[in-house]
């Protein structure tokens, strides 16, 4: 404690100004020791016009750091609310939108589907994805298996079945222990595990951020692969996980969260989409993708304008968690949620506030979106059901009209 107080005494000494901030925000206590205990402390001050920066940190009171350690306040976005917006991924992949040459590529980027697939043989194809985010969640643990479920969601969403996974990871590894790191992988490990998979390998940067994610690598039969773009007129829409994790865990980001709704978010995006690879074997599903951050109405319309057709969305049949309506009315929503809506929002009929708020909501690990042939509906919600879900029609498709998805 006394060397503390001797530099600061000498940072006043010979420094325009000094100043504390702790993680990312200016602290406005005069106590130094409710600033360090616990957790890091920045000593940033100016002399002659420069910037410098101390870094103290694994400070020997307080407790135990990676006990304090909040992830989600060492990045600007959270899960996959951190993806680039709809509008502005459209200039980046301008020059990836045509069909492939190869003809074993079965699929590639042009439909923006969840992963590429390449033939085996006549029967089989190899599926490839990859995601990675930053911290949509504290706990390193569940981070780890949160970032390893939504990754493992594009295979089930092509009705493939994982074979294995290798980890991305970028830590900041002069802002956070190590060992922190470690647990976020013991957390994609234990999903993988949970898969039926292992996690075989992968790669690691010093980055500003943490970061983590999988590269998943998969296999599906040529007649149970399924695409986000072969919908047809008249087929129902069913949806598996209800909307407003973004919501929640905005809330939690803010410390906002009601103790009755602490661990609700978590443990739905913890929840893997196995049953994709069961609705791959069933004729009756035409289309499948799955929901992520550019909201439920966002790949509503990749569904729609890839099958050049529009879909018709029940919104009072919507699925949602409990309480998000509290949150929104206390201002608990995500940056994306303006975003996604301002990159889409042309190829939608004219909603509500309220409508907005909750189907562009940034989903990380979100539920399947799929399409149903009416005259196989009725075998799809049997084989849900077997599976522990009870689901409803949220809407169907119909003939194209001015506008990709109309809500109604």
């Avoid at 661990?263 to 049953?275: I, P, Q, Y």
């Avoid at 018709?312 to 303006?338: F, I, K, W």
């Avoid at 049997?382 to 809500?407: N, T, W, Y």
Wanted: with cysteine; net charge negative.
């Amino acid at each position: 404690m006394a060397l503390i107080f001797s530099l600061l005494r000498l940072m006043h000494r010979f420094v325009a100004w000094p100043g504390i901030i702790w993680g990312r925000r200016p602290c406005q206590s005069n106590s130094v020791r409710n600033l360090i205990q616990g957790c890091n402390l920045w000593l940033v001050f100016r002399t002659k016009g420069l910037v410098s920066i101390i870094v103290l940190y694994d400070l020997p009171w307080g407790g135990s750091m990676q006990k304090d350690i909040r992830l989600t306040q060492y990045s600007r976005g959270a899960g996959c609310g951190c993806k680039i917006p709809p509008e502005e991924l459209n200039v980046i992949l301008a020059d990836s939108d045509t069909p492939s040459s190869d003809p074993f590529l079965w699929v590639n980027g042009a439909f923006r589907d969840d992963a590429a697939v390449y033939e085996i043989d006549e029967e089989r194809g190899l599926v490839s994805t990859t995601d990675f985010f930053t911290p949509i969640i504290d706990d390193p643990f569940d981070f780890g298996r949160i970032s390893a479920a939504n990754a493992l969601s594009d295979i089930y969403a092509m009705g493939a079945d994982p074979l294995m996974a290798v980890a991305i990871l970028g830590w900041p590894v002069s802002l956070l222990p190590l060992e922190v790191a470690r647990e976020v992988i013991r957390g994609g490990r234990t999903a993988c595990e949970s898969a039926g998979i292992p996690l075989a390998g992968g790669h690691s940067i010093d980055s500003l951020e943490p970061i983590f994610g999988l590269a998943v690598t998969g296999v599906v039969s040529k007649k149970g692969l399924k695409r986000n773009n072969t919908a047809r007129v008249n087929d129902v829409i069913y949806l598996t996980k209800p909307l407003g994790v973004g919501i929640l865990t905005t809330a939690e980001k803010i410390s906002q969260l009601r103790v009755e709704d602490i661990g609700v978010a978590r443990d739905l995006m913890c929840e893997l989409n196995k049953g994709g690879s069961q609705f791959g074997k069933l004729d009756g599903v035409t289309a499948m993708t799955d929901v992520s951050g550019f909201g439920l109405l966002g790949h509503l319309i990749e569904m729609a304008d890839g099958a050049g057709i529009t879909a018709r969305l029940n919104y009072d049949d919507v699925p949602r968690l409990q309480g998000v309506s509290h949150y929104l009315a206390e201002g608990c929503m995500p940056v994306g949620t303006l975003r996604n809506f301002a990159s889409y929002k042309s190829k939608v009929n004219t909603i509500d506030d309220e409508q907005r708020d909750l189907l562009c909501d940034p989903q990380t690990s979100g539920g399947l979106l799929i399409a149903v042939s009416p005259e196989e509906e009725g075998v799809f919600v049997s084989l849900a059901l077997g599976l522990g879900m009870k689901l409803l029609p949220i809407g169907k498709f119909v003939k194209r009209k001015d506008v990709s998805v109309e809500v109604v």
